[in-house]
């Protein structure tokens, strides 16, 4: 709330004026949601059951941040009316973001609108007016109005308090998407009392949902009050160097853990979720550090599937049939090869060019593994079946299918992050360091640009080649079409989401852009369209990333770039004339 | 770095190896020509009938190259987004084509199917316009400043939005173009097939282009754009309204894309939210290939690629025994978009901005 706050209010927008343009922007954001398709997608689940669903619940967050801004935007005057304005602002705003779904309504109940937004069927308008139809049509302005009205008067609260309440509500809706998951588990447990008690069939149930909000807020006003974060903080070295230790053999545990006990289908996404942390962490090495976009991650994977399955597979395009782990390392270097094959007549081009060149490399491999061409040795869109299983166990071992991956791919992604670790601070990874930051200066300073970049993009290539051979053991087959440029957007959505060139950064992105779709369906069919938005607002609020690193940090908040520094005349004259427009 | 013989062993392994790369690639293209055209298997009239549809879709990578190289020009940036506003155009063309159809106007005569696609292109151009302003007044304008992979990071995130809003507007499928019936007979041409419709192409293609050269160099507006592209600060000295000119190259480029997009959907007959992507990053190539900000070699960038791409394949795979050389086209377009970065990264015509690496 607050970054949305922060960065929302610009200098130019004032008045009554601001006010409306925040209901106007809250207006198209409500018909984006819904005609885009979230909304009645997201309506098929509940956040509370048979109160609220997860698609109106989008709706309702939308009407409470535009009240919100709307009521900061309100302009001074007698302050004896200030609580009055606020809650003006907030209303109108809220009942204009309202009003364009109303509209949408008694539009959709007059033509069908379905030819241009298919979205916009009667199960979106049972949504919005609550299964009234059209005369239900008031609903979403008075609805709007009313929750655009309490998010100007929460700027009367305490700001203690508004916090509090910002995370209940947070808690409410985390749990609300969970809650399908932790239910099973729970049921079958000695905790099934409790489940049963906190989750519907389909969402939270009212009293679960209450005391959710009531624990969550409760629980920040208590630790404000014993101010958690500053006692940490004043904790000396020692104290936390004593106190570390177990927190992270927790850590340890609970990662440990994780695939075990909630079922095939979770340890199957936090296979994914720890393969795409290692393919991340390969990436890291080439965007992270070496600054170098490379948006055809996908060719080496598929290299390293490849390999490995031809290799390995014991039906037909299988040439040796080795056990797994004796291709793994084949894989990895001709992974590396092709890198270095690939990257070679590349490398010495401009950083931007170079991303469409890596995204032409992964269009080309991906092509050729599905042509009529490979087709005699690589299968075609038949592939390659009968990839054996990393590690041979029974199928009640506690290592059967997806949660071996787990473990590979973690360990694998440790081996990475360690690797990547000591590289950053050796001589090589401040070379790359140095290339990312200015070329022509590191060239300068005697940097070999070719051979250093070089290096990184062979570094990358290796690891997505161990990527693509664990996901062969994975899904024990290989087929071209799950060689796609899907692959090469999540991994370098996640590096650049996470925050480039750092390791938790990684891991984050991945939990959040691999982990979330995988979970909920819901997510699944909008992935590309959040990893859009989530491209765009990080770029324009936080560039570094959600968890970046220090020098990526430094370097993205200068005060001007260096090309601005370099003519400040001519740059404030720019800026002058950018405002004027 | 490392001991300085490593270093140079190793440069020169590297110049080695790209020059055996040089000669690899010669090969394949003079060999197999050669060994195609030796075996007779095409008659003449197929060359030419592939030359014909190379023109035709390169004139359509040619008016979205437009897009790239001026954008580039002015911004030194890459926007990924334009291929997305040359679909949305498609899409706006195929919207109009149905209602017009629907009243039966778009095949009454062959002046209501010219007047038809004129409408067509103009709907398109106006959702282009206003889809590639949106952008970028949202994705690229507050990140003018930053360091250069930020804003191609956000104009990929743009590109996916744009993409995956579409799909979930209009949904997944395909949708099949209205047939104009007039497009679709043939010319008359001796010995080859030219429709109407590839004649249309390459017309209002070569008749757009042409008119976007005369506003960049004769209008004031256009000036202003190119002094832009030259020095923004000195420009904005001299009184150039720097955030207007830059507007008015995203529009201009988007009308083309936009029309761009009509045309392609009255070749191939039909869109999905996902062509824009492919001819997208290939029209980039084509503006690579003219040099980019360089606006006449985008032009011929995109004919030379339109025309690779068509005949290439047959020309120098099938020759070598490579099956079904046909769906090796996009390679034979990214790897000729690799070879020109090796070659000749300034492109065919000379890069407009090589001299300020900004």
């Known amino acids: 709330m607050s970054a949305i706050a922060s960065a929302v209010p610009r200098p130019s927008v004032g008045g009554w ?33 048979d109160i609220v669903t997860l698609g109106q619940a989008s709706l309702l967050l939308t009407a409470l941040v535009v009240g919100y801004v709307a009521a900061l935007r309100v302009p001074a005057g007698d302050p004896g009316q200030r609580p009055l304005r606020l809650v003006l602002g907030g209303t109108i705003a809220g009942a204009i973001t309202g009003l364009s779904l109303t509209l949408l309504v008694l539009l959709g109940s007059v033509v069908d609108v379905r030819s241009i937004a298919q979205p916009a069927g009667p199960e979106l308008y049972d949504l919005l007016t609550f299964d009234l139809g059209v005369p239900g049509a008031w609903l979403p302005v008075s609805v709007g109005a009313l929750v655009g009205a309490i998010a100007g008067a929460s700027l009367l609260l305490p700001a203690w308090l508004r916090r509090a309440l910002v995370v209940g509500l947070g808690a409410l809706i985390l ?11 729970m049921l079958g447990s000695d905790l099934s009392d409790l489940g049963r008690f906190l989750f519907a069939s389909d969402g939270l149930t009212l009293e679960g949902a209450i005391i959710t909000v009531v ?3 409760g629980g920040d006003i208590l630790l404000r009050r014993l101010d958690a974060r500053k006692r940490i903080s004043r904790l000396s070295e020692a104290q936390r ?23 095939p289908f979770f340890a199957q996404v936090v296979a994914l979720v720890a393969l795409y942390i290692l393919m991340g962490l390969g990436l890291n090495i080439t965007l992270g550090l070496a600054g170098l976009l490379d948006l055809g991650f996908v060719a080496f994977f598929a290299v390293g599937a490849y390999t490995v399955g031809l290799l390995t597979s014991t039906a037909e395009f299988g040439i040796a049939q080795w056990p797994f782990w004796a ?6 270097l001709i992974a590396m090869l092709f890198g270095a094959v690939l990257g070679l007549p590349i490398l010495g081009i401009r950083g931007d060019y170079l991303a469409i060149a890596t995204l032409g490399f992964g269009e080309i491999i991906r092509i050729l593994a599905g042509s009529d061409l490979m087709k005699p040795f690589l299968g075609g869109p038949r592939g390659i079946i009968n990839v054996p299983k990393p590690i041979d166990v029974p199928p009640d071992h506690f290592l059967a299918g997806p949660q071996q991956i787990y473990y590979i791919s973690l360990l694998c992604a440790g081996i990475i992050a360690f690797v990547a670790w000591r590289l950053r601070d050796s001589r090589i990874g401040r070379a790359w360091v140095a290339i990312r930051e200015d070329e022509d200066v590191a060239e300068a300073m005697g940097v070999n640009l070719v051979q250093t970049k070089l290096m990184a993009y062979m570094l990358g290539a290796a690891f997505a080649g161990l990527g693509g051979a664990i996901f062969a053991g994975l899904i024990g087959s290989i087929f071209a ?4 440029l899907q692959v090469s957007i999540n991994v370098a959505a996640i590096v650049i989401v996470g925050g480039m060139g750092s390791i938790p950064g990684v891991v984050l992105g991945a939990i959040f852009l691999i982990g979330l779709p995988e979970l909920f369906r819901e997510f699944s069919e909008y992935r590309f369209l959040f990893y859009g938005i989530a491209l765009i607002v990080m770029m324009r609020l936080r560039p570094e990333g959600l968890l970046p690193s220090r020098i990526v940090r430094r370097e993205l908040h200068l005060p001007e770039n260096v090309e601005a520094a370099g003519a400040p005349v001519g740059s404030n004259v720019a800026a002058e004339a950018q405002e004027r427009a | 770095m490392y001991a300085n013989w490593v270093e140079r062993v190793l440069d020169i392994a590297i110049a080695l190896f790209l020059w055996v790369l040089r000669i690899v690639v010669v090969m394949v293209v003079v060999v197999g020509s050669l060994l195609t055209l030796a075996s007779g298997r095409f008659a003449p009239e197929t060359w030419a009938q592939l030359a014909v549809d190379g023109a035709a879709i390169g004139s359509i990578y040619a008016l979205l190259a437009l897009g790239y190289t001026m954008v580039y020009g002015i911004l030194r940036m890459i926007n990924f987004a334009h291929g997305e506003i040359f679909m949305s155009g498609a899409f706006g063309g195929y919207f109009a084509a149905v209602i ?42 507050p990140l003018r400043n930053a360091p250069r992979l930020v804003p191609l990071i956000s104009a990929i995130g743009a590109s996916f939005f744009l993409q995956y809003s579409f799909r979930g507007l209009l949904g997944p499928g395909i949708f099949a173009y209205p047939a104009v019936g007039i497009l679709n007979q043939d010319v008359g041409v001796p010995f080859i097939r030219v429709q109407w419709v590839d004649v249309l192409v390459i017309v209002s293609a070569v008749m757009m282009m042409t008119g976007l050269y005369l506003f960049v160099m004769r209008t004031k507006l256009g000036t202003a754009i190119r002094a832009v592209s030259e020095d923004k600060s000195t420009a904005a000295l001299m009184g150039i309204d720097v955030n207007r000119a830059i507007v008015t190259t995203f529009v201009l480029g988007a009308a083309m894309a936009g029309a761009a997009g009509v045309l392609y959907g009255l070749v191939f007959r039909q869109v999905f939210f996902f062509t824009g992507f492919i001819p997208g990053i290939k029209a980039f190539t084509a503006a690579v290939l003219g040099g980019i900000g360089n606006i006449p070699g985008a032009m011929l960038g995109g004919l030379f690629l339109g025309e690779v791409e068509t005949i290439g394949p047959t020309l120098f795979l099938s020759g070598l025994g490579v099956p079904s050389p046909n769906q090796l086209k996009d390679v034979v377009a990214f790897t000729m978009l690799v070879l020109v970065l090796i070659f000749r990264p300034s492109g065919l015509l000379g890069e407009r901005v090589t001299k300020q690496r900004a």
């Open chain 1, 175 to 185: 749990l609300g998407l969970f809650a399908g998951i932790l239910r099973t588990p």
């Open chain 1, 327 to 332: 291709a793994v390392p084949f894989a990895v």
């Open chain 1, 215 to 217: 624990i969550a807020t």
């Open chain 1, 17 to 49: 004026g601001g006010v409306i343009r925040a209901g106007l922007v809250g207006a198209a954001v409500a018909l984006y949601l819904c005609l885009v398709g979230i909304v009645p997608t997201f309506g098929e689940r509940a956040l509370i059951d």
């Open chain 2, 100 to 141: 017009l159809a629907g009243n039966g106007f778009l095949n009454a005569n062959p002046l209501a199917s010219i007047l038809s696609i004129i409408i067509m292109i103009l709907v398109a151009a106006a959702i282009a316009v206003a889809l590639s302003v949106l952008v970028e007044r949202i994705a690229y304008r």
């Open chain 1, 481 to 484: 079409s799950s060689i796609n």
């Open chain 1, 241 to 263: 160097r004593v106190a570390l230790p177990p927190v992270l053999l927790v850590v340890l545990a609970v990662v440990l853990i994780l695939p075990q006990g909630l079922g």
